[in-house]
Nanobody
Framework: QVQLLESCAGLVKPGQTPSRTCTVAGASMLAGLYYCGWIRQPPGKDGEWMGVVSYSGSTYYSPSLKSRLSIFRDLPKNQFTQQLNSVATADTAVYYC??????????????????WGQGTQVIVSS
């Protein structure tokens, strides 16, 4: 059974640069989970696609986040990590990691992914 296990939720202060890691359990990022990325959903709003990293290390980011976002993968650990610079209160959201064997730019629908993490709440507040 394949699972995506996200790092713990938390409270973050404005201006900080938190990292979030997603561990793939039960499958290899080199065997079918070719695209791993992040989607977030702010309170009361629709889901927002953030970006993905491919099995080769190529990255694709939302234009609105590109200047602040990094996503990278650690194949030996079967993990991929998101780092969002200089967070603000507008970055408060539930963050989901997701994985798929195909790349669909901008996809926020859970049904379009092969696997979906449990979601973790990140609150940005001073």
């Amino acid at each position: 059974q394949v699972q995506l296990l996200e790092s713990c939720a938390g409270l973050v202060k404005p201006g900080q640069t938190p990292s979030r890691t997603c561990t793939v359990a039960g499958a290899s990022m080199l065997a079918g989970l070719y695209y791993c990325g992040w989607i977030r959903q702010p309170p009361g709003k629709d889901g927002e696609w953030m970006g993905v990293v491919s099995y080769s290390g190529s990255t694709y980011y939302s234009p609105s986040l590109k200047s602040r976002l990094s996503i990278f993968r650690d194949l030996p650990k079967n993990q991929f990590t998101q780092q969002l610079n200089s967070v603000a209160t507008a970055d408060t959201a539930v963050y989901y990691c997701a994985a798929s064997n195909r790349f669909i730019l901008g996809a926020t629908d859970k049904a379009l992914y092969d696997y979906w993490g449990q979601g973790t709440q990140v609150i940005v507040s001073s």
